[in-house]
């Protein structure tokens, strides 16, 4: 925390300093509206940054201003010298405080209720302040400069001296090379050898060192923002789950610094008024936990970040409304706006659309200040909002020296990289994968499908070495998705790369991103692979555009819908799984333990009768019985097997029904998957489900049947398939109409398309499965 | 104000280039081909750890080929980017004697295209090249 605090007081030192001029032309002239934003920015940075370390009193004087300066920047107040007078005391005092907090000593309360008052623009009564106004104590305290710097544990360089130390290193290390050609030419002399091996261990130790230096995971930038979305999402009463997914990306030190503030404004915004209270989150069907995620990914050649919420999104008529209230823009003007475009007024100094300000965010400050950080740096900002759905924030920053996991690839004589994180995966070609040609464009079959196939060197012009059969086919997945394979000759090399940007007129190709040196230091160009998918037709413009989100989000939900199971040889010689969930243990049991009660098996287990499942009729020959036992809050039981126990992850897309038994792939082997407790029941034992709650689904819909009921099901619910009975339940697509006389107590809409609010998405399974658990909580009331 | 000039050699003729655009002047080592780049784009090398863009400074003022002659290159920086662009020889570094004279005569159009004027030095008149425009080449002036 302390390094934090000294963060700190640094930032605000220089907040105060930057300040100092715009402060006396201001006061020169009060009416400057840009000059105010400036100020007003100050305030609303040092409030937040006072929320975070809980420091009261600074945070009362710092809203206490830019609550005064909101009222003058709306219109509702006007600048008299007196309001002047009390900004800049304020100013003064957050100086002394900030000097104070750095030599640890405490500024008495003093007057900040004075200054307080004074910013609200009521009368001062003098009496009210008559008591010793700065007590005498207070001086040797806020002396504080001459203290400063011991608490300093950082040293704080200017990154061109760093860039050079760095570029340094690497010609140290082509040097090296070169003395190693020459060594070796030399012959063998020992000396000379040893000497030379280490300083090149020496040299790539410093080299690792010095990369780490400049770079840092973006991992690293956003969980410094958990701490504050838990103390915020508490302060306001809300329930915030935090998401980050960073990926391997790092971003050039500096590049993070500039990052901190902007990414903390939109992280604030996304809690504070992204997301709607637990209750208003309850009525409009969402579960009460509302998400924040945090994304991070290269893209060509810049880092694309996300930061995207599940609340109430922006509501862009109002938005518009007040821009033209503000003067803007006019209706007109208004009328030819593109979604898009309307909802960027949202970075338009002064605009919000949240109906009440709170203490932490909420008047229209932030946005612009983010804007102009981002584009500052060479960035672009988009927002993304669905009125309801949530809203998204995209930020493109331009890679200018990152770090890229990537793959080095050899055509013809030249080396080529690409980024890692396009590659999905690496074939051999041949017979065995080459397809047909279809409308002239060679194709390649992979057990998923047909794809299209790109030589690199006729991409490129320039020759291969390899003939088609011959070539390494990397396989390229798109951001929307889309798969096709980049023919090279041979890969030579995967690890991570410095990219650095390269000159216009080589990007303007549409090919390159940039330039990356290789170990032996000679460089080569770092392949732009949507661009070259999209240059030969295989993704539209748009395509590379508007989806670029998506995929991280889709990958996301498929890693967390893989069931983990227990799979396992059964007795009968089948192979049988159970959810993990579901297993308490595996033991090992003596045939001693086994018993029959009739035809119904049974093991003692810690002196206890369970039920035993998956025998045939006779005890085992075996002297030792393997058995998983399942246990949840209703029953206990164990389950057989014939060993090779083993954890996978099941992907729930791939379960039917459709053999009369629940069958699930793992990997190309099919499975039973068994059913107990909660999770179904299995056959042998009595069926539950009767006096529980009961449920209707869509009838003759292959999602409902092979998807929707299995999580129906592990609900708690019976599903029903008559259109007669009464159900507790009924799932319904919205576009269906109800059905007919039959009642249901509950309904859950289930949505295809954008066609209602309340609706779930199809896809939205989290969601769904949310909102299951809350039905079933309220039938069995 | 006079400036001093570096007086470099291209495809026989001498021309003048800002000496204070000159950080360099480097022995052209492996030069890596750009695929579909441009054709004055030579291919991209490396000084030290950075990377530089060779221009071929015939083909960016549009004239023939020289072969592989070029084994010099001026090191330079504009917008941020490294270049290396690559000339026949290098021959002096004079100060100018005055400003660079307006164009009178008709240039082929690459030289119309990169030329600042006429500069009268210690050595003997010659065109004062503009070094960006010598960069950008043909065709990014056409699409211009």
Known sequence: MDEFIAEFVNESREMLDALERELVAWEREPGDQARLDVIFRFFHTVKGNCGFFDLPRLEALAHAAEDALAGVRSGKRTIDARLVDAVLAVVDRIGEMVDAIDSGT?????????????????????????????????????????????????????????????????????????LQRQIASLGHHAGIEASFNRLSTILADTQAIMTRVRMQPISNLFSSYQRMVRDLAADLGKQVAIEIESGEVEL??????????????????????????????????????????????QTGNVIRIAISDDGRGIDLDRLVEKAIARGLLTREQASQLTPAQRAMLVCEPGLTTASEVTKISGRGVGMDVVRDSIERIGGKLRVDTTAGMGCAVILDVPLTLSIVPSLTVQVGEQTFSLPRSYVSEIVTGGDGVEAERIGGVRHITLRDGLHPCLSLDQVLGIAG?????????????????????????????????????????????????????????SPALMLDVAGIGRQSGLLSEGQ???????????????????????????????????????????????????????????????????????????????????????????????????????????????????????????????????????????????????????????????????????????????????????????????HDAPAGAARAEQVLLIGDGHTSDSAIAREDLAGLSQALRAMTARSAR | ??????????????????????????????????????????????????????????????????????????????????????????????????????????????????????????????????LERLIAGPEQQKAA
């Open chain 2, 1 to 130: 104000m006079t400036q001093s000039v570096l007086v470099a050699r291209v495809a026989g003729e001498r021309i003048a280039i800002p000496a204070q655009l000159v950080q360099s002047v480097i022995r052209l080592g492996e030069v890596v081909s750009v695929p579909r780049a441009p054709g004055h784009i030579a291919g991209l090398t490396t000084l030290r750890s950075q990377s530089l863009t060779v221009i071929d400074s015939a083909l960016a003022l549009e004239l023939e080929p020289q072969g592989d002659g070029h084994e010099l290159a001026l090191v330079t920086t504009i917008d941020g980017c490294g270049y290396a662009i690559a000339i026949d020889a290098v021959e002096n570094v004079v100060d100018a004697m005055g400003e660079p004279e307006a164009l009178s005569l008709k240039l082929a159009p690459g030289w119309k295209r990169c030329a600042v004027g006429k500069l009268e030095t210690s050595v003997g008149v010659m065109l004062l090249i503009d």
């Open chain 1, 106 to 178: 405490e500024v008495s309360q003093g007057n900040d209720d004075q200054l307080i008052a004074a910013l609200s623009g009521k009368e001062i009564e003098p009496v009210a302040v008559a008591a010793p106004v700065a007590a005498p104590s207070e001086d040797p305290a806020s002396s504080g400069p001459a203290r400063q710097g011991e608490s300093l544990r950082t040293v704080r360089l200017p990154t061109n001296l760093v860039d050079r130390f760095m570029s340094g290193i690497s010609d140290m290390i082509l040097v090296r090379n070169e």
């Open chain 1, 465 to 521: 070495h390899k003939a088609p059969l011959q070539q390494v086919l990397v396989m390229v997945k798109m951001i929307d998705g889309s798969v096709f394979a980049l023919a090279v000759d041979a890969i030579v090399d995967s690890g991570d790369l410095v990219v650095r940007p390269v000159a216009p007129a080589i990007t303007a190709t549409g090919l390159y991103v940039g330039v990356v040196q290789l170990s032996d230091g």
């Open chain 1, 252 to 297: 050039d030190r500096e590049m993070i610094e500039l990052l901190r503030d902007p990414l903390l404004h939109i992280v604030r915004n996304a809690v504070d008024h992204g997301l709607e209270t637990l209750d208003e989150r309850r009525a409009a069907g969402k579960p009460g936990t509302g998400q924040v995620r945090l994304s991070a990914r």
């Open chain 1, 544 to 734: 590379g555009r508007l989806r670029l989100d998506s995929e991280a989000e889709t990958r996301f939900d498929q890693a967390e819908l893989l069931v983990p199971v227990v799979a396992f040889a059964a007795r009968d010689g089948s192979r049988k799984a159970v959810a993990m969930e579901a297993v308490e243990r595996i033991a090992e049991v003596g045939q001693a333990a086994v018993g029959f009660a009739g035809s119904a098996a049974h093991v003692v287990l810690d002196g206890e009768i369970i039920p035993l499942l998956g025998l045939e009729d006779t005890l085992p020959e075996d002297a030792l019985l393997d058995i998983l036992v399942i246990s949840d809050d209703a029953c206990r039981l164990a389950y057989a097997t014939a060993g090779d126990v083993g954890a996978e992850d099941l992907d729930p897309a791939t379960i039917t029904f459709q053999s009369g038994h629940r069958l699930g792939l793992l990997g190309d082997q099919p499975v039973e998957l068994l059913e107990f407790g909660r999770f179904g029941a299995i056959d042998d034992l009595p069926v539950p489900g009767t006096d529980g709650p009961t449920c209707r689904l869509p009838q003759d819909d292959p999602w409902a049947r092979d998807f929707l009921r299995p999580m129906v099901e592990a609900a708690g619910y019976a599903v029903i398939e008559d259109n007669r009975t009464h159900v507790d339940l009924e799932v319904r697509f919205d």
